[in-house]
């Protein structure tokens, strides 16, 4: 039923709409992703100023009418994330982030955990741009499952349970694989475990080092798994 609605919200991406509209798609805490029409944005004297734009945290107030579309009413900048604008490993790591949270969740799919986790990832590259590390990114995505319930299985095999000899990574399985059940699995060494249990288990901010070839594998791993769970690509980062 038409009314106002008042929520945060985070910028995924705007769509230019018409002469002077732009068509945003915003992740909310309790709404998941929704989509806002602001209107006369593109004119020079728009009331919102800059805020719309892609990675601002924002409160807002939407009127939703009859259609899915919610019309933007207000908006007041929490945080403009001005930093990572000016830092191109920063700003490229945003986008990616943004762009995995929109795609991986249809309108109408509320996650807190998303939420928060995007907002703490703007936060860390916005306060600390060179920490927008392909290893950033990959950890990104890796809590992006868990907050999705789609996490890997890490500490034995998933076919059958072996804590020990686990030498590979299966999407199909759902996590890492022994060396009996190692079918359709791909070779997964230690490095690029420890890497997805550092990862999984530790604050973005205090994601963990590790070679560019244990990153390819993980990264091998995360892809599997969105694949299989979610029949999502992502664009690569190694
Ligand atoms: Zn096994």
Redesign the pocket.
């Known amino acids: 039923m038409p009314g106002s609605l008042k929520t945060e919200g985070i910028v995924l991406r705007g769509i230019r709409y018409g002469e002077a509209d732009r068509v945003l798609h915003l992740y909310t805490p309790e709404r998941g992703r929704v989509s806002a029409i602001a209107k006369g944005v593109r004119r020079a004297k728009s009331r919102f100023g800059g805020r719309l734009e892609p990675f601002f945290r924002l409160n807002l107030v939407l009127y939703q009418g009859r259609s899915d579309l919610l019309t933007v009413t207000s908006a007041e900048t929490i945080a403009g994330h001005p930093r990572l604008r000016e830092h191109g490993p920063a700003l490229d790591g945003a986008a990616r982030a943004c762009d995995a949270v929109g795609r991986m969740f249809a309108d109408g799919e509320p996650h807190r955990g998303v939420f928060n986790l995007l907002c703490n990832q703007l936060a860390l590259l916005d306060a600390q741009p060179a920490r927008a590390t392909p290893g950033n990114a990959l950890a990104f995505r890796l809590k992006l499952l868990l907050a999705a319930g789609f996490a890997p299985q890490l500490a034995a095999?998933a076919?059958?349970g072996?804590a020990d000899h686990l030498v590979g990574f299966s999407g199909a399985a759902g996590g890492v694989?022994?060396s009996?059940?190692e079918a359709s699995s791909f070779a997964l060494s230690q490095d690029a475990h420890d890497f997805l249990v550092a990862a999984l288990g530790r604050p973005l901010a205090e994601t963990p080092d590790a070679s560019a070839p244990a990153l390819a594998q993980a990264e091998r791993a995360i892809l599997a798994t969105l694949e299989h769970h979610a029949h999502l690509r992502l664009h690569p980062v190694m």
């Open positions: 095999c076919g059958c072996e694989v022994c009996a059940c």
